[in-house]
T-cell receptor, first 107, second 113 residues
Framework: AQRVTQPEKLLSVFKGAPVELKCNYS??????LFWYVQYSRQRLQLLLR??SRESIKGFTADLNKGETSFHLKKPFAQEEDSAMYYC?????????FGTGTRLTVIP | GAGVSQSPSNKVTEKGKDVELRCDPI?????LYWYRQSLGQGLEFLIY????????KSGLPSDRFSAERTGGSVSTLTIQRTQQEDSAVYLC???????????FGEGSWLTVV
């Protein structure tokens, strides 16, 4: 069975500090992983997907199959990064989400 | 349309009443998903449509919940005999094809009193 675990419900960092949002997964096949973000009063939207290997808004995420992790990182947090972040995994026919981490960047 | 459209955006209903939530996906998107977002519960998968058929209904919480999609486009999620625990934001999403990037609507906020 597929599962996505985001151990931190809440995460606060100071502006300019590094940030890492943790995501661990379990899946028997070859996973495809995503990070979705929901800013205040906006709809949920794709932030990045691991197959793209791209950096979006300064965020990167590396798939570590050995550790079954897909942590989201940014070296210098900005106030506008404050949002709800969801890690997601494609299953057989579906996209499964973790419970989310609310990131607050303190000015 | 330009994006996934959901209606109503807000619905307050009395316990025991039936509600219908509508989703209009992005034109041409074959896959359509319903999720429920509750406080502290994250995003809970409800049902997935490929065209008009639903290969995965495993997430529907009870037989009070049903969904249909017609014409490969609009979908309706129906909750019968609503309970207070049904209160949540119901999110619809669509993608061009299964497992491609999915695009979310703004959600329907349901409150059962």
């Amino acid at each position: 069975a597929q599962r996505v675990t985001q151990p931190e419900k809440l995460l606060s960092v100071f502006k300019g500090a590094p940030v890492e949002l943790k995501c661990n997964y379990s899946y028997s096949g070859s996973p495809e992983l995503f990070w979705y973000v929901q800013y205040s009063r906006q709809r949920l939207q794709l932030l990045l997907r691991h197959i793209s290997r791209e950096s979006i808004k300064g965020f990167t995420a590396d798939l570590n199959k050995g550790e079954t992790s897909f942590h989201l990182k940014k070296p210098f947090a900005q106030e506008e990064d404050s949002a709800m972040y969801y890690c997601a995994l494609t299953g057989a026919n579906n996209l499964f989400f973790g419970t989310g981490t609310r990131l607050t960047v303190i000015p | 349309g330009a994006g996934v459209s959901q209606s109503p955006s807000n619905k307050v209903t009395e316990k025991g009443k039936d509600v219908e939530l509508r989703c209009d996906p992005i034109s041409g998107h074959t896959a359509l998903y319903w999720y429920r977002q509750s406080l502290g519960q994250g995003l809970e998968f409800l049902i997935y449509f490929q065209g008009n058929s639903a290969p995965d209904k495993s997430g529907l919480p009870s037989d009070r919940f049903s969904a249909e999609r017609t014409g490969g486009s609009v979908s309706t999620l129906t909750i019968q005999r609503t309970q207070q625990e049904d209160s949540a934001v119901y999110l619809c999403a669509s993608s061009l094809e299964p497992l491609n990037t999915i695009y979310f609507g703004e959600g329907s906020w349901l409150t059962v009193v």
